[in-house]
């Protein structure tokens, strides 16, 4: 029997990196895209946010393309937030999007930062987050 996992962590942030998404629109939102991505076949293990951006920590079938799916979630999720009017203003998401891969060995350290992201970004911007992953990965690029 062959066994494959693949885990993604993808991070994407809201257009413009405004601090648009409140708690409780948050709350909703990240119930409403896990219920969706369900739908279609897309395993969604942890997800969570501050107000202008969302973490996903997503289980892929060896059939699933990284970029379908991640077109899926958001643009289902921008129609999603613009029909329910939850915001006061026309709601898109930045064209940036952040994917990395995840060892089965790593996933609850995952889902621990996932699950932290509030008090994470209480004295760290998102800029400053994604300067830490880039570090990490230049200095794993550096050991090869």
């Known amino acids: ?16 990196r405004e601090k648009i998404l409140s708690k409780p629109v948050r709350v909703v939102l990240f119930a409403h895209l896990k219920k969706h991505a369900e739908e279609k076949g897309i395993h969604v293990l942890t997800i969570n946010g501050v107000e202008d951006h969302v973490h996903l920590l997503l289980q892929l079938h060896p059939a699933q393309n ?14 999603w937030l613009n029909g329910t009017q939850l915001l006061k203003e026309e709601f ?7 994917a990395y891969s995840v060892s089965p060995g790593a996933l609850q350290q ?3 930062y996932l699950d932290r992201q509030e008090d994470y970004h209480l004295s760290k911007s998102f800029e400053t987050e994604i300067e830490v992953f880039l570090k990490t990965d230049n200095k794993l690029e550096n050991k090869s």
């Open 1 to 16: 029997m062959v066994q494959i996992y693949l885990y993604v962590h993808i991070i994407w942030s809201t257009r413009n």
């Open 66 to 79: 990284l970029s379908q799916v991640m077109r899926i979630l958001r643009s289902e999720s921008t129609e």
């Open 92 to 98: 898109s998401w930045s064209e940036e999007t952040i």
């Open 110 to 112: 995952v889902r621990d």
